[in-house]
Nanobody, 126 residues
């Protein structure tokens, strides 16, 4: 059974930084492309960014490009989302997700991801 557990969320002032972590257990991380998504109250879950199995390729939503960085440490079975320059509109529950089929591209839609974490709340105050 594959499990994903996010951590690192919290309350931060606008302009601040947070680093989210997602630990994968049950299977080696290198088996999956990984994505980060977020969902604000009353809104649909949206793609934030993703990284291929090897880490060679990343992709970001336009709203976070240049501020957020995804990385992975396959030896630690952990994926990270470094968030800098946070804005109130970044407030949401952040989810990591695992894609077991894609190898060379980052999928940006939720249905391409088979496994999901429980989410971690990020709140940015103005």
């Amino acid at each position: 059974q594959v499990q994903l557990v996010e951590s690192g969320g919290g309350l931060v002032q606008a302009g601040g930084s947070l680093r989210l972590s997602c630990v994968v257990s049950g299977r080696t991380l290198s088996s999956y492309g990984m994505g980060w998504f977020r969902q604000a109250p009353g809104k649909e879950r949206e793609f934030v960014g993703g990284i291929t199995r090897s880490g060679a390729r990343t992709s970001y939503a336009g709203s976070v490009k240049g501020r957020f960085t995804i990385s992975r440490d396959n030896a630690k079975n952990t994926v990270y989302l470094q968030m800098n320059g946070l804005r109130p509109e970044d407030t949401a529950v952040y989810y990591c997700a695992a894609d077991q089929h894609s190898t060379l591209v980052v999928n940006t839609i939720t249905v391409r991801y088979e496994y999901w974490g429980q989410g971690t709340q990020v709140t940015v105050s103005s």
